[in-house]
C-alpha cells in the first residue's frame, strides 16, 4: 500500500526536493505542485493523503514570513484546504511552511475556528537569521500522528522569524490541551528561553504546535535537514565513538522518524528503504 503526498512549492519556497525525498524514502508516492498549478486544479487534493508546505523564503518574506503566501492560498483555496484537513488527511508546515500555516488559521485552530489566525511568528528575539542544530523534546502527553514514539529530536533551524508569539489566553489554551508538539530545550531540560538553546526566544520554548487533531503540524525545526546521520553537526563524533565501540552507525536520523510516522499513518511499509 502507498499514499499520496503533495508537496508546495513558488514563489521563493526552496526545500520541496528534499522534502519529497522524505516523503518518498519513507513510501509516500510524492509530487510537488507549484501552488498555480494546484490553484487551476485544486480538486487534485481530493486524491492526497499528506500535504506539505516546506521551507524557503516565499515572495522575500517582504511582507513578513508567510504573509503574502498565505493570503494567495487563503483568497485561492481557503474552501479547499478546508475540506481537505476536514477528512482523515495529514498536513505539515516546515519554517517558512509553519509560518504559512499559521497564517492560515491550520494550527493551532482553537475550538475548530480553521482560518483565522491565533498566533504569529515574530522576529527573532537576538534580531540575527539563526542557523543552528537545535535540541527539541516532545511532551508525554502529545498524540500527534507525525510524533509517535519520538521523545528527543536534533534537527537544524534555519529562520529569522521563528519566535511563536500569541496572548496568554491561547497559550493556556494551546498548553492545556497539549497542542505544543515540541519545545527548545538546553541538556534535556527546558531551554527557559535561553539563547542558543532557544534560537529565537519563542514563547513557552515552543519550536512546533498541532491542530486539535494532531494530524497539522506546523514547526520552524527541518527534519528534512536531518534525515540521515551524515547531516548531523555532530557526525564525525558519533562516528569515532562507533568505530571505537564496534557498533553500527545509525543511517537513519531523528528527521526521517517524523516522516516514517505519517506512512505508518497510512499504513505504508514506512522502512522498506531503511538501510
Known amino acids: 500500500m502507498t499514499a499520496k503526498a503533495l508537496i508546495i512549492s513558488g514563489y521563493g519556497l526552496n526545500c520541496e526536493e528534499e522534502t519529497a525525498f522524505a516523503f518518498e ?7 510537488i505542485r507549484h501552488i498555480n498549478d494546484l490553484i487551476d486544479a485544486p480538486e487534485e487534493l481530493n ?6 508546505i516546506p ?34 488527511t ?11 500555516a499559521a497564517n492560515l488559521g491550520l494550527a493551532p485552530a482553537l475550538d475548530n475556528q480553521y482560518g483565522i489566525r491565533q498566533v ?32 528527543t529530536m536534533h534537527i537544524p533551524v534555519a529562520h529569522g522569524e521563528g519566535r511563536f508569539m500569541m496572548e496568554d489566553a491561547t497559550l493556556k489554551s ?3 490541551n497539549n497542542q505544543i508538539a515540541l519545545r527548545y530545550t538546553k541538556d534535556r531540560t527546558p531551554a527557559n528561553g535561553e539563547f542558543p538553546y532557544n534560537p529565537n526566544g519563542s514563547t513557552d520554548d515552543i519550536a512546533a504546535i498541532t491542530d486539535p487533531t494532531g494530524r ?60
Open 90 to 100: 495529514l498536513t505539515l508546515g516546515i519554517c517558512n511552511g509553519c509560518q504559512i
Open 216 to 275: 497539522i503540524l506546523i514547526m520552524m525545526p527541518h527534519p528534512e535537514r536531518g534525515m540521515f546521520t551524515w547531516q548531523r553537526d555532530d557526525y564525525a563524533l558519533l562516528k569515532d565513538k562507533a568505530a571505537r565501540s564496534g557498533t553500527p552507525l545509525p543511517k537513519q536520523s531523528d528527521g526521517m522518524a517524523l516522516f516514517a510516522n505519517a506512512a505508518n499513518y497510512f499504513g505504508i511499509n514506512a522502512m522498506k528503504k531503511a538501510g
Open 174 to 176: 494551546i498548553q492545556k
Open 55 to 88: 521551507g524557503g523564503f516565499s515572495y522575500g518574506d517582504d511582507t513578513g514570513s508567510g504573509n503574502a503566501f498565505a493570503q494567495k492560498m487563503t483568497l485561492t483555496l481557503g474552501e479547499t484546504l478546508r475540506k481537505f484537513v476536514e477528512r482523515d
Open 25 to 31: 524514502h519513507v513510501g509516500f508516492d510524492p509530487t
Open 120 to 151: 504569529a511568528l515574530m522576529h527573532n528575539a537576538s534580531a540575527r537569521y539563526q542557523c543552528r542544530w537545535v535540541d527539541l523534546n516532545m511532551p508525554e502527553k502529545h498524540s500527534s500522528p507525525w510524533l509517535q514514539g519520538i521523545s
Open 47 to 52: 486524491d492526497v493523503q499528506a500535504l506539505c
